[in-house]
């Protein structure tokens, strides 16, 4: 075994995770770069081992690139996106009511109960939050907030905080959920939101998901071998398909980093990020 | 291109509408999609998205409307599949002579993305496995199943000797463990087959499903008047037990079919026509009918392999002696069942009688031989080959 591949963390938000990643080793492996990986059970471990050096690559969600983003430039370093999904850009979440409920509009929101997901899910409660504050609706003092905190670490990655959210909108137990476009879609395809049970009342803006991070003054030639080979994957190829069918995206794109503006102003807003990235900055100091 | 979902809301059918439209459209080429449902784009982003397709000029205020460019991914997925042979066997290179292992278990004829799974049917080479009469000879057997239940007349009334009734419930014993060999064996093949052979898999299918009939049919006879079977004999289950232990699918299809269930044909039409109550009659004559197909079918597809292959003569000859010599220290056929046959043929004890039903039972065994020797002569062995395949064919019959 070689003793220095290619090292990339990822959360082990699912089962799936392990079949993803020894499938993306084997490509690799045929591709001629040394990859391995190691799985870690939340993101804040990761994006501490990521400035520590114990891995080269991380697959960071988006409070998780801030995290890295922000470590970087307590340490004088700089954090790079270096690739991401097509699934992953222009992303938008939603506010949703129950179809014929007494909520009509955003503002009728007020003094009501809202559903979210995990408190660190960007998607289902970091950036959805945040838009209501920018509507004039202050959450915990406009509204009430009713948190699913399932696996709390996992930045939102388990659907199963956003499912329990639009359930609970569903059973009456509050007037509004909080959720991303494509869970709402999967919960109308699968029937955990009958047809017509909700509408939508806010959009958000639109923002990007996960990117590959790395924390290098300069790319190394594997990580850019790892790059150049995420790149040219194409769907067409069977091998391919089945492992980005896994993952989620039809291809891989360059990292880009304006689409975190939004969540940067969430966490900024709600003071969410200072304590941890700090401490980290300390450790790796 | 335009379509209008109208109220109809995109996760209530809608998704359909617009799959359709984008289905005619051209990779790059934009289909523009409007509808008066409020929630119109918030789906359309999330299903462009996961979907490959690029959203572009979203109008959200009121009325929805958007234009969806078609993206690459579902031509990327299809272009690379492979059409596993023609569905008619009639087409000329309709049916492989190896089909891929990837093909695993779709249709003959269906397109089959690449990247599906490797299965691992062992056989899979055309030559071993295929008959040209498969197709008929499935429509045949399926049009020709009966139901044990109406088909026998169950209720009929009679009440043998004792004697004649113990020699029906020891010949019932005996079909049964050969007919429950002749279900287990092509059981087997059906799952070592490539399904690309759908007709000989059907009709193999059908065959052990004969069998389990049968089983049920000679056992329920068994039973009429007894409450538990006779007796199988170690010498009987060891001639049965090369069959079910033969690997090769040619040898066992040789081995069980043209020569167990040929000389089987003659047995069943022995007890019919000797039988002492109309249940017997009945269910050995329901059985005999089955088994003339199983033999056509092994002769069949036999008589093809032997011509594409025609080593595979001296094969089966060779499988012939091994079984002979293997079995040469066990008994044969057990003298209950002998008894049994000679007493059935006599109808009584009357000694006159039994001469004459051990002469009817020795005819039937010269039969059971001229029989065997005329289907190898058909799967052109010569007269000598014939003869002495015939002559150390087991003596158990099957």
């Known amino acids: 075994m070689n003793q220095n ?32 990986y190691v799985l870690y059970t939340n993101y804040e471990r990761q994006v501490e081992a990521l400035a520590a050096g114990h891995i080269h690559v991380a697959w960071n969600s988006p409070l998780a690139w801030l995290q890295s983003e922000r470590i970087a430039g307590k340490l004088g370093r700089r954090a790079e996106a270096i690739c991401m999904r097509d699934t992953d850009r222009d992303l938008v979440s939603v506010i949703v009511t129950r179809e ?115 924390m290098e003054s300069r790319m190394s030639s594997s990580v850019e071998l790892f790059r150049k080979l995420l790149l040219g994957m194409s769907y067409e190829d069977p091998d391919v398909r089945r492992l980005l069918d ?40 | 291109m335009h379509i209008d979902l109208e109220d109809l809301r995109f996760e209530h059918g809608g998704a359909l509408l617009v799959k359709r439209a984008l289905r005619l459209a051209a990779v790059g080429e934009t289909v523009t999609v409007a ?52 569905a008619d066997p009639r087409v000329i290179g309709a049916v492989s002579d190896r089909p891929s292992q990837r093909w695993g278990l779709a249709g003959r004829g ?165 039988a002492p109550d109309p249940v017997t009659a009945a269910v050995c004559r329901l059985a005999a009918q089955d088994e003339a197909r199983h033999v056509a079918f092994g002769m069949s597809h036999l008589r093809e392999h032997l011509e594409a292959s025609p080593s595979l003569a001296g094969t089966l000859m060779n499988a012939v002696r091994q079984r002979h010599e293997s079995l040469r220290h066990t008994a044969g056929l057990n003298t209950e069942v002998f008894d049994a046959l000679v007493l059935l043929a006599a109808g009584s004890w009357d000694c006159a009688d039994i001469g004459r039903g051990h002469d009817a039972v020795s005819t039937l065994v010269r039969e059971m031989h001229s029989g065997r020797k005329r289907r190898l002569l058909k799967l052109r062995f010569s007269d000598a080959d014939a003869e002495e395949m015939s002559a150390l064919h087991t003596r158990n019959f099957m």
């Open chain 1, 5 to 36: 591949p290619l090292l990339l963390g990822a959360v082990a938000y699912d089962p799936k995770v392990v079949t993803i990643w020894d499938g993306f080793q084997n490509y690799f492996d045929k591709c001629g770069l040394e990859f391995d």
């Open chain 1, 100 to 214: 014929g409920g007494p909520v009509r509009s955003v503002n009728d929101l007020k003094g009501r109960r809202v559903a979210v997901g995990a408190k660190d899910s960007p998607q289902a409660t970091l950036i959805p939050l945040y838009h209501l504050a920018q509507c004039g609706l202050e959450p915990k003092r406009d509204f009430e907030v009713l948190l699913f905190d399932r696996l709390v670490g996992k930045h939102g990655d388990h659907i199963g905080g956003e499912r329990d959210a639009v359930r609970a909108l569903v059973r009456g137990d509050c007037d509004g959920a909080c959720l991303i476009d494509s869970n709402l879609l999967l919960f109308a395809q699968e029937g955990t939101l009958p047809a017509g049970s909700v509408r939508t009342l806010a959009t958000t803006p639109e923002y990007d998901h996960c990117n590959f991070t790395v």
């Open chain 1, 246 to 285: 896994l993952e989620g995206p039809k291809r891989w794109l360059p990292g880009r980093t304006q689409g975190y503006h939004l969540l940067s102003r969430a966490v900024d807003h709600f003071g969410y990020l200072d304590e941890f990235t700090a401490a980290v900055a300390a450790r790796c100091t």
């Open chain 2, 35 to 86: 509808g008066r449902h409020p929630d119109l784009t918030v789906y359309l982003r999330a299903w462009c998205r996961t979907e490959g397709h690029k959203l572009r000029q979203v109008d959200d205020s009121g009325t929805g409307y958007a234009g969806i460019v078609r993206g690459p991914a579902a031509d990327q997925r299809w272009c690379t599949a492979e059409r596993a042979g023609r």
């Open chain 2, 110 to 274: 269906a397109l089959v993305e690449a990247g599906s799974p490797e299965f691992h049917f062992a056989l899979d080479r055309k030559m071993e496995i295929w008959s040209g009469d498969a197709a008929r000879m499935y429509a045949q057997a399926a049009a020709a199943q009966w139901d044990p239940a109406t088909a026998v007349p169950w209720e009929a009334a009679f009440d043998l000797p004792v004697e004649v009734e113990d020699a029906i419930v020891q010949v019932m014993t005996y079909l049964i463990e050969n007919e429950t060999a002749a279900l287990v064996v092509p059981s087997r093949f059906i799952a070592q087959m490539h399904p690309h052979f759908r007709e000989v898999m059907q009709l193999l299918a059908v065959q052990a499903a004969d069998e389990a009939r049968h089983i049920e049919v000679f056992t329920r006879r068994a039973l009429l008047k007894r409450k538990e079977l006779g007796l199988s004999t170690a010498g009987g289950q060891a001639s049965l037990q090369t069959l079910v232990d033969e690997p090769n699918f040619a040898i066992a299809a040789f081995l069980l079919s043209v020569l167990g269930e040929g000389t089987f044909l003659n047995l069943l039409w022995f007890l019919e026509r000797f």
